[in-house]
């Protein structure tokens, strides 16, 4: 069984968030207070979340990413994610997290049955980091990395590109990977909050790799066959690699493969689509046929493309965290 939208495409990525918490307040995420508190009975149960996630593995789900928020601060989350890893036919089980927990939670995450870690980072200097998550330790982040590196997961490093905020250590992240077997992507800065400014933020995929391309010499990576967006570049001789991701300046729409879910249990078939719908009555109900119909609706109406770098369209802002990336 597959889940195929009305533009052909086929969706097996589900992004889950299983809370809208999170202990960093990263400057383009979070409000500097974090988010207003929701009802206990407004967030998805973990039963629900299984139910769920259980209910769309048999549509065609292969993929499923646990993400916030930020995931680890949840309680229960370990034996939630075990649950998961048990779903027959779901192929890969990942995780995105900031990263702060992971020092003690990584051999946990590893026997609980997830597969690969992505790793936010947006600054390697102290300050900086602190700076952009509003307080964040880098050298905790940086020993829970590795840590997990120890631990035997495979690692992606997610970075948020800002100009004049992280611009000037594109080198240092590309020179890591010398090192370090890390799969570092750099993500153009996306306006979720569509503050006036956004545009001067984002700096193009293009001039990341070719301002890494003046002091490197890389090459392309073969994609494989579960590859998400990332188009990937070896620096010679380099333990890791690098990789830009490009949602403004080129559209991946056309290979999208994902939709997510809410920790509140709103599900939405694209990033910028204004649109969601509310899972939880049908949840609730503990009808699976009608909720297996309901995530099918949605599928099909997915929209071929979002308009967010049309300067003239506007999406409602919202907060990345309720979301989860
Ligand atoms: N707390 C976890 C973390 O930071 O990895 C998971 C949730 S976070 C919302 C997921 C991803 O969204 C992170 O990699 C973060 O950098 C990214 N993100 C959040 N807001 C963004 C924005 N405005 N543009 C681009 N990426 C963004
Ligand atoms: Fe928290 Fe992740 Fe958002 Fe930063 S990007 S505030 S770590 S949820």
Redesign the pocket.
């Known amino acids: 069984m597959s889940l195929v939208d009305s533009f052909g495409r086929k969706i097996n990525y589900l992004r889950l968030s299983v809370t809208d918490r999170?202990n960093f307040r990263c400057l383009?995420?979070m409000p500097e207070n974090g988010v207003p508190k929701v009802d206990h009975h407004e967030i998805l149960s973990y039963e629900e979340l299984l139910l769920l996630a259980r209910s769309v593995v048999p549509l065609g789900i292969e993929k499923i990413r646990v993400?916030?928020?930020?995931?680890l601060v949840r309680a229960g989350v370990i034996d939630f994610l075990g649950e998961l890893s048990r779903i027959p036919k779901l192929r890969q089980l990942v995780l995105?997290?900031?990263g702060y927990l992971l020092d003690e939670m990584a051999l946990q995450l590893l026997s609980a049955g997830v597969q690969r870690l992505?790793i936010?980072l947006d600054s390697l200097k102290p300050d900086n980091f602190a700076a952009i998550t509003r307080g964040g330790d880098l050298g905790r982040v940086l020993k829970g990395i590795r840590t997990a590196e120890e631990a035997g997961f495979p690692i992606k490093i997610?970075v948020?590109a800002m100009r004049g905020i992280n611009d000037d250590e594109f080198e240092d992240f590309a020179a890591w990977t010398l090192e370090k077997p890390y799969a570092v992507r750099f993500?153009e800065?996306?306006p979720?909050n569509r503050e006036d400014t956004w545009t001067s933020k984002v700096i193009a995929g293009e001039e990341i790799l070719s301002r890494i391309g003046n002091r490197f010499s890389m090459q392309p990576v073969v994609r494989g066959e579960m590859a998400g967006p990332s188009r990937d570049y070896r620096i010679s001789g380099a333990a890791g690699t690098i990789g830009v991701i490009t949602p403004i300046s080129g559209h991946f729409c056309r290979d999208c493969n994902r939709i997510r879910v809410t920790s509140q249990g709103m599900v939405k078939n694209c990033l910028f689509a204004d649109t969601e719908v509310d899972l939880k009555p049908v949840l609730r109900s503990g009808n699976v046929v009608a909720l297996q119909e309901v995530l099918r609706r949605i599928v099909s109406e997915k929209p071929g493309k979002h308009l967010m770098s049309e300067t003239d369209t506007v999406h409602k802002p919202f907060a990345?965290?309720k979301v989860?990336?």
Not at 67 to 71: A, K, R, V
């Open positions: 999170c383009y995420c993400t916030g928020g930020e995931p995105t997290t900031n992505n936010s997610n948020v993500i800065y996306m979720t990345m965290s989860g990336g």
